[in-house]
């Protein structure tokens, strides 16, 4: 299972951005999707997670509201919609995929919980 993010770029405060996880050799049916973010200086952090049925979906605190992650399985493809963005969201942009759930062991699943590892892409947040 290969991902590959994009839709990052340089956003003013308050801007807006659509982040695209799309996925090959596999079919993402099978697969949670989470999105999680690195700033420089600082550790790997959920950002959302989204089941591989779509029917549980998790959010960090500092995004709720603000960012909202979908699927499309016929596209292959995870979204990471984000509206209202900040200057603390300025980071690169991860997808992950674990099998089908985005807990593990009764807990939300973390980054050492998830396998297949996108590049990343960049999203600054900057006036």
């Known amino acids: 299972l290969q991902l590959v993010e994009s839709g990052g770029g340089l956003v003013q405060p308050g801007g807006s951005l659509r982040l695209s996880c799309a996925a090959s050799?596999?079919?993402?049916?099978?697969?949670?999707i989470g999105w999680f973010r690195q700033a420089p200086g600082k550790e790997r952090e959920r950002v959302s997670c989204?089941?591989?049925?779509?029917?549980?979906?998790n959010y960090a605190d500092s995004v709720k509201g603000r960012f909202t992650i979908s699927r499309d399985n016929a596209k292959n493809t995870v979204y990471l919609q984000m509206n209202s963005l900040k200057l603390e969201d300025t980071a690169v942009y991860y997808c992950?995929?674990?099998?089908?759930?985005?807990?593990?062991?009764?807990?939300?699943?973390?980054?050492?919980?998830?396998?297949?590892w996108g590049q990343g892409t960049q999203v600054t947040v900057s006036s």
């Open positions: 992950a995929a674990r099998g089908f759930q985005c807990y593990s062991g009764g807990y939300i699943a973390s980054v050492a919980d998830f396998g297949s």
């Open positions: 050799g596999l079919t993402l049916d099978y697969y949670a």
């Open positions: 989204i089941s591989s049925s779509g029917g549980s979906i």
